[in-house]
């Protein structure tokens, strides 16, 4: 099976940087995803992992350590559209599913 | 351009009664999944579905039945609703590839009472 943790909840200013971690277990790791969900809608894809080292996309960047099982999101100049859930989510080989963390709430304040 | 097309958004249920969850998808995906997300729980697999008339269990697949007989649909079925399934349900699709990410319907919202 695949256990995978993120923190809860966390606040920081428009502008600012936040940086969102996930660890996570699972045996034969296949890749990481990165999803943003507002509050009401579906998740949106914002990023993949599957090798070591960092993924950047604009203002979000995702950073991977399979022999640490441990990922980051961090994102950019806060905008307070990025008030959202991020879920963390692994895939495991043979494996045609993804497995999600509970998501970590950000709110962005002003 | 649609992509993944759930219906209906919101249905209200008393116990007992059936329903089935319709999920539609126009790009040719070969997987197709059900989720359901509760408070504090995150997503969790309900179904999922490797192709036209294959379907497998996922997590939490008690009380729920699927099926897949056309590529774009994948439909939830409740036989029997209790409230313990009163969520909100995701269906996603994906292509077949390595990275291949979900793409997600809007959500259904179901309360069973």
């Known amino acids: 099976g695949q256990n995978i943790d993120q923190p809860t909840e966390m606040t920081a200013t428009e502008g600012a940087i936040v940086q969102i971690n996930c660890t996570y277990q699972?045996?034969?790791?296949?890749?990481l995803f990165w999803y943003q969900q507002h509050a009401g809608e579906a998740p949106t894809f914002l990023s993949y992992?599957?090798?070591?080292g960092l993924e950047e996309k604009g203002r979000f960047s995702s950073f991977l350590s399979r022999s640490k099982g441990y990922s980051y999101l961090l994102l950019k100049e806060l905008q307070m559209k990025d008030s959202a859930s991020y879920l963390c989510?692994?895939?495991?080989?043979?494996?045609?599913?993804?497995?999600f963390g509970k998501g970590n709430q950000v709110v962005v304040i002003p | 351009n649609a992509g993944v097309t759930q219906t209906p958004k919101f249905r209200v249920l008393k116990t007992g009664q059936s329903m089935t969850l319709l999920c539609a998808q126009d790009?040719?995906?070969?997987?197709m999944y059900w989720y359901r997300q509760d408070p504090g729980m995150g997503l969790r697999l309900i179904h999922y579905?490797?192709?036209?008339?294959?379907?497998a269990k996922g997590e939490v697949p008690d009380g729920y039945n699927v099926s897949r007989l056309k590529k774009q649909n994948f439909l939830l079925g409740l036989e029997s609703a209790a409230p313990s399934q009163t969520s909100v349900y995701f269906c996603?699709?994906?292509?077949?590839?390595?990275?291949?990410?979900?793409?997600f319907g809007e959500g259904s919202r179901l309360t069973v009472l």
């Open positions: 996603a699709s994906s292509q077949r590839e390595e990275g291949g990410e979900l793409f």
């Open positions: 699972t045996s034969g790791f296949n890749g």
């Open positions: 992992n599957v090798l070591d």
């Open positions: 989510a692994v895939r495991a080989y043979g494996n045609n599913r993804l497995a």
């Open positions: 790009m040719n995906h070969e997987y």
């Open positions: 579905s490797v192709g036209e008339g294959t379907t």
